[in-house]
């Protein structure tokens, strides 16, 4: 169910590294939990992030919630189609990213759960 090509946070963020740059986005769990997501408000490319703050918010018909940074690291991208079409967080939540940052520590990786920990978490 949790792909295990990435890590995840106790805060239900994913986080897939590749080639110095770290994609983020939601959980399956935490779509599921907030319900149809209707507004996604992420930062600015340049911005700095640091790993366990808050880098947006994510609003469904039931609640807004934080968005957290699984590390620290520059914003290199944003997903700009979130501006229109939120709804795909619901549909393809491990494919509808949110945020590309450069990492600015690498080894904070190494304290996210991988697929069977996260899974074990949500259960």
């Keep these: 169910m949790y792909p295990n090509d990435r890590k ?3 805060d239900h963020e994913w986080i897939l590294e590749a080639g110095g740059e770290a994609t983020i986005g939601i959980t399956d769990f935490a779509q599921r939990q907030l319900g149809d997501v209707v507004f ?3 930062p600015e490319v340049g ?9 947006g918010q994510i609003e469904s018909v039931k609640a807004v919630s934080e968005l957290y940074a699984p590390v620290s690291g520059q914003v290199i991208a944003v997903n700009g189609d979130l ?3 939120p709804e ?3 549909r393809t939540p491990h494919d509808a990213w949110m945020i590309r940052v450069k990492p600015g520590n ?3 990786l190494g304290a996210l759960l991988d697929a069977a920990g996260y899974a074990d978490l949500v259960k």
């Design 8 to 10: 995840y946070t106790k």
């Design 40 to 42: 996604v408000e992420l």
């Design 47 to 55: 911005r700095q992030v640091k790993q366990g703050e808050t880098f």
């Design 83 to 85: 501006g229109t079409h």
């Design 88 to 90: 795909s967080v619901n």
């Design 106 to 108: 690498p080894s904070e």
